[in-house]
């Protein structure tokens, strides 16, 4: 099968095309997916050039190999179809549409992924192409963990801030509170305000042109989804019981079947849509993650197979 492998730690220049890599079998407890797309993450592209603090490197090289990715195949999102079901495998068909995580395994980087039932994954939605669910799975999970954990499934009515709000978690995130009720201000760069404003949000502020902490509001929940917002330089803006919750520092978001069942669940209701900024082919995914290095990314970077 084809693959696209780290061939060491760096630049996206360490990416190779391998044609023929051996193809995956589900084993116990497994099964195998026929990738129909993947995406570029800002977890991929800090596994694939350890974008981490110094201190966090040794730590990175420990979990996923010391010289170069042990795995070979990065890549965590995936969408596409099962292909064959290992022993103990119950709940899933052979041919039905799925998307989901791979965690630590990752190896969605290629024409066939051997997923672990304790993943996160959950049958495709059935509103959009099969490809576009991969542009769910990464941003969902995360904007579903924090704000869920911030109180969201309680903020009908509330006042929600989401600092940076068109990445792949922000995106999802503006999208999330709207389902729940909340009145969204959004915070993003002058070029996005347009793109935030689509997905649902009641306020949009342009970080290049205005300063949110400077602003007299104040919210029940802050959600930072670029990790660029310290809770010191916003904690004015918290109202009384309000709740910050952030992905930069140690913070970590869980992967959960649940959530990725929520998410397809409302994007089938008409409530969140993928957010979808470029589409590579797998032989172009170098571009993809130059792309992605530069750090201004709308949403996701799929790569279809």
């Not at 193809?23 to 099964?31: H, Q, R, W």
């Not at 179809?81 to 068909?93: D, I, P, Q, R, Y």
């Not at 051997?114 to 995360?142: D, R």
Request: aromatic share 6%; hydrophobic share 45%.
């Amino acid at each position: 099968m084809r693959a696209m492998l780290a061939t060491s730690y760096g630049p996206p220049g360490v990416l190779r095309l391998e044609p023929n890599h051996p193809k995956p079998i589900a084993g116990k407890g497994e099964f195998l997916v026929k990738v129909t797309a993947t995406a570029v993450n800002s977890g991929d592209v800090r596994i694939r050039g350890l974008k981490v603090a110094p201190v966090l490197r040794p730590m990175i090289r420990l979990v996923f190999g010391w010289s170069r990715p042990r795995r070979g195949v990065l890549g965590m999102a995936f969408a596409g179809t099962v292909e064959a079901l290992g022993e103990g495998m119950e709940g899933l068909m052979v041919g039905q549409g799925i998307f989901g995580l791979t965690g630590m395994r990752l190896g969605a980087y290629a024409e066939y992924v051997s997923v672990s039932v304790k993943a996160a994954y959950a049958k495709a939605p059935e509103k959009i192409p099969l490809a576009e669910a991969a542009a769910l799975p990464f941003g969902g999970s995360t904007a579903v963990h924090f704000l869920t954990q911030a109180g969201i499934t309680k903020a009908k009515g509330k006042h929600v801030l989401i600092y940076g709000a068109t990445g792949a978690v922000g995106s999802m995130a503006v999208q999330v509170a709207k389902a729940y009720g909340a009145q969204v201000t959004a915070v993003c760069s002058t070029r996005g305000m347009s793109l935030v404003q689509r997905l649902g949000a009641d306020t949009v502020i342009s970080y290049q042109s205005d300063d949110v902490t400077e602003h007299p509001e104040t919210y029940d929940i802050i959600f930072d989804a670029v990790g660029k917002l310290p809770r010191k330089a916003c904690a004015h803006l918290l109202a009384q019981g309000g709740s910050y919750v952030t992905v930069g520092g140690a913070a970590v978001s869980s992967e959960k079947k649940e959530q990725m069942e929520l998410i397809a669940k409302l994007v089938d209701e008409g409530k969140i849509v993928p957010v979808i900024d470029r589409t590579y082919p797998l032989e172009e995914m170098v571009a993809a993650h130059e792309y992605v290095d530069q750090g201004s990314k709308h949403g996701n970077v799929l790569v279809t197979l």
